[in-house]
């Protein structure tokens, strides 16, 4: 089976970004998909192109803010994942993303990842409170001290807003978003149609 | 394996109410749903809750609106249905969804379904130009005379503006919809999650 590079841009603040990256190990494990996690600001994204979050689209549609709400219920139900909206949504993540931005490209990137997604829609928090996201970082063993001079530094914040612009100039308009070559994939859902998609057209083993 | 009821919401204008058409057969076969055709005003669903069709929300996100566009390829490609976007959208349904209200319980409705959805999206006219819509039902071998004094009877009117009002009522906010009791299922690639849903929900067979 070939490995098939696929970048997957996300948010923390996105609850479908934390659904697609709880069941994204196993679709690399079954179709062969190589993810590069790429960090953006969600909002930054929206503000570039002018687009708006969907509960926010959605907030004059009671039956489709509820369509909305309850299919994320039956999706997760339907493929095992732990899920809890967080009750302090839209929580402000740009700390947060500058901290994925930090440590990307360290072996704490993973653990960060998961300790975020965790805390923001499993046991859900209000992670745009400094307080809290300290004290979620220090008890998941990282230097928080480290951390929030770390997120300060220009380079940080320079690195995130040259990540949404990528993100922006690759077709990106919300989370989570996986982009193959040119094509954009949409929406937790598509993951399972990129593997379909990209199993298909692969080249048959030699 | 038992029987499932499920109301299918369309209207000839949808794109997506044509791809979920084209695969529902399969699925009935595969889980045991029946399904009920519900003919209503899309038009008139957005007027009534303030909704707007995808096309004219994105119109102003050029990169949504391509994945919008693109997505249909794909899943049209990967789930082998013919689909031609028509040229002419968005084509005015009223006279049509009229004629659905008509042939409703009637042995006509699936032939006359099958001649509107193929000469919408597989290959499309302006079926809102009345000439064209009337030589497109004479030569699928409708009674034309009888189709166009049926469709402006004040019962067909009332019908299809009651079950406009009934969708609605039931949570209906787009096209395609699928209902199964107070359970509301948006848009084409949720005909595989209601099946998944269903028939994982299902009692075991005696």
Redesign the interface.
Known sequence: MSTIDVDFYFDFGSPNAWIAHALMPAAAQRSGLRFHYRPMLLGGVFQL???RPPMQ?FA??P??L??FR??ME??VK?HGVPFEFNPHFPVNTLKLMRGAVLFQDSDQFFPYLDTCFHNMWVQPKNLGDEEILGAVLASAGFDTDAFFEGITRPDVKQALIEATDTA?AR????APTFVVGE????GK??LF?LE??LS?DAPAPA
């Open positions: 192109i002018g687009n689209q004059d549609i039956s489709k509820s369509w309850r299919e039956r999706f339907r922006v077709g990106v308009f919300g094509e954009v994939y949409f859902e598509q149609d379909a998609d298909r």
